[in-house]
C-alpha cells in the first residue's frame, strides 16, 4: 500500500506565492510521473503540470511561466512552486504518482484561494 500527502495550500493575496509539496509512503518501488491537477468550484478536475522520471515536465497553458513543478526522489516528493497567483487559480489542488507495479494514486487535496 502506498500514501499520498499534500501540504502547502492555504489564503494568499494575488501576485503572492505557495509551495505545495506531495509525499508518498509505503511501499515504494519506483514512481514513475507525478503531476499536480486542481479542480475549481463546479468545474473538471484539470492538469497543472506533470514531471517524469527523467525530469520532463509539462504545464497548463495558463500556468507557463508562473508555476515549476520538481521532484526529490530520495524523499519521494514532488513539489510545485506557484507564483504570481491569480484569483483563478483558486481550487482544491491534488496530486497524482504513478507508482511502478501499483499503478496510479491520489492524494487527499490541498486546498488553494487566492483572493483580489
Known amino acids: 500500500q502506498v500514501q499520498l500527502v499534500e501540504s502547502g495550500g492555504g489564503l494568499v493575496q494575488a501576485g503572492g506565492s505557495l509551495r505545495l509539496s506531495c509525499s508518498a509512503s509505503g511501499s515504494i518501488f519506483r514512481i514513475n510521473a507525478m503531476g499536480w491537477y486542481r479542480q475549481a468550484l463546479g468545474k473538471q478536475r484539470e492538469l497543472v503540470a506533470r514531471i517524469t522520471s527523467v525530469g520532463s515536465t509539462n504545464y497548463a497553458e495558463s500556468v507557463k511561466a508562473r508555476f515549476t513543478i520538481s521532484r526529490d526522489d530520495a524523499k519521494n516528493t514532488a513539489y510545485l512552486q506557484m507564483n504570481s497567483l491569480k484569483p483563478e487559480d483558486t481550487a482544491v489542488y491534488y496530486c497524482?504518482?504513478?507508482?511502478?507495479?501499483?499503478?496510479?494514486?491520489w492524494g487527499q487535496g490541498t486546498q488553494v484561494i487566492v483572493s483580489s
Open positions: 497524482h504518482a504513478d507508482f511502478a507495479v501499483r499503478g496510479g494514486y
